[in-house]
Structures are given as C-alpha cells and as structure tokens.
C-alpha cells in the first residue's frame, strides 16, 4: 500500500462553492500528479510538479489551480465548483528519474450539484 | 497525434485459464511501457515496468511483452482467479517523464 494520502474521499458540494482538496505523501518523492478520471474513461493528466515550488499544467484544461510549498503535500484548488467539475480526482507520486513507478491516492470523488 | 489503444474494454474468462490483454499505441517512441490495475472507487496500483529493450518481463503469475516493431504490449495473467477481476491499464511515457494512461480493459474472471 503505498504512503500517499487524499482528502477527502467524497465531496459532494453546491455551485460556486471554494473548494481544496489535499494530497499528502510520506515518500519523500519529488515528483507530484493531478489526474482526473471520469467512469469508464481514462486518466487525464490535469496538473504536476517535479518539485518544491514547481508546478506545471497537464495536458487537459482545468480551471484549478496547485500549490508546492512542501514537497509531502500537493493540494489542488477550485476557486468556484460548477456541475462540469464533477468527477474522480487521483492524486499520484514518483520519485525523480528515468521509468518512474507513479504511486496513486485512494482519489476524492467530487459532485458538484 | 499520439495514441494509445487497449483492444478490449471488457474481457471475460474463466477462473484457472489465462487471460491476455492488449496494448496498442500509435506516434509514440516510449522508452518503456507500464501496466496498473485499478479497482472500482480507487487508484491505479503499479504491477510491472518493462523497457523498449526488453521483450518480456514476468512477476508471479503476470507476464508483459513489448514490441516496439509492432508498437504492442501483451499483458498475460496465468491460472486467473477471481481476485484478478480489475480494469487492468496500460501507460506510456509521453514526454519530460510524464505517463499517458489507456482506458483500461475490465477484467472479470468468473468462477
């Protein structure tokens, strides 16, 4: 089981709401990943960070926003939740290099009514 | 632009007998390729790495090949058990050591 933790595990919330969702690893891995997943379809990376003040927008559009003050903790912001939010957030870690194994959070799943 | 294919979206077999997945992608030199497995609710969990230079990589009662002539990754799992049912998903190296991941094939062995 790997040392990496996310909460919370469901969130369900109204419109326009202010939302963050935390992502903690004990690993000590530089690298720190933001994915989203919707049932049955694959995981879209949304956001990373290869390190403590380093972020990076991932290949699919999102209107969050990260953060990298810490290299244990990656927390991923909604400045104002809309329906179209809705989905699995995976949170993942792998330690720098060539073939990295990335390491996955159980997910928060978000509804936004 | 690049893409990544897993053949099935549903496999069905029976317990005791092997079950082979696929993987096919286009536009990509990956380095080396990945397989998870992912339970309903819950993250990925990485089972074996193998590199462009391998053909075939085993651990336990799984086993990856990897063609980089035919851009396909094979990945079997032998005298399956019900435990085994999962979506299984392949990933590739796209670019600065980043993973895409396929849609994944859902795995149900029956008893």
């Known amino acids: 089981e790997a040392d990496i933790y996310q909460t919370p595990r469901y969130l369900v919330i109204g419109t326009g709401k202010k939302i963050t969702l935390e992502c903690s690893q004990t690993m000590g891995h530089d690298k720190m990943y933001w994915y989203q997943q919707d049932p049955g379809m694959e995981l879209h990376l949304i956001h990373y960070?290869?390190?403590?003040?380093?972020?990076e927008k991932g290949d699919l559009s999102s209107e969050s926003t990260v953060s990298r003050i810490r290299t244990e903790h990656f927390p991923l912001t909604l400045e104002s939740a809309r329906p179209s939010h809705t989905s699995q957030y995976l949170c993942?870690?792998?330690?720098?290099?060539?073939?990295?194994?990335?390491?996955f959070g159980p997910g928060t799943r978000l509804t936004v009514l | 632009s690049q893409k990544i294919e897993q053949n099935s979206e549903a496999l069905n077999i029976q317990e005791g007998k092997t079950a082979t997945l696929t993987c096919n992608y286009t536009?990509?030199?990956?380095?080396?390729l990945q397989w998870y497995r992912q339970d309903p609710g819950r993250g990925p969990v990485f089972l074996l790495l193998i590199r462009e230079n391998e053909k075939e990589k085993r651990k336990e009662r799984l086993k990856v090949t990897f063609d980089t002539t035919l851009k396909q990754s094979l990945f079997h799992i032998t005298a399956s058990q019900p435990a085994d049912s999962a979506t299984y998903l392949c990933?590739?190296?796209?670019?600065?050591?980043?993973?895409?991941f396929g849609k994944g094939t859902l795995l149900t062995v029956n008893p």
């Open positions: 990933a590739l190296e796209s670019s600065n050591y980043k993973l895409t």
């Open positions: 960070s290869y390190g403590v003040n380093s972020t």
């Open positions: 993942a870690s792998s330690e720098a290099g060539l073939a990295d194994t990335q390491y």
């Open positions: 536009n990509y030199s990956p380095a080396y």
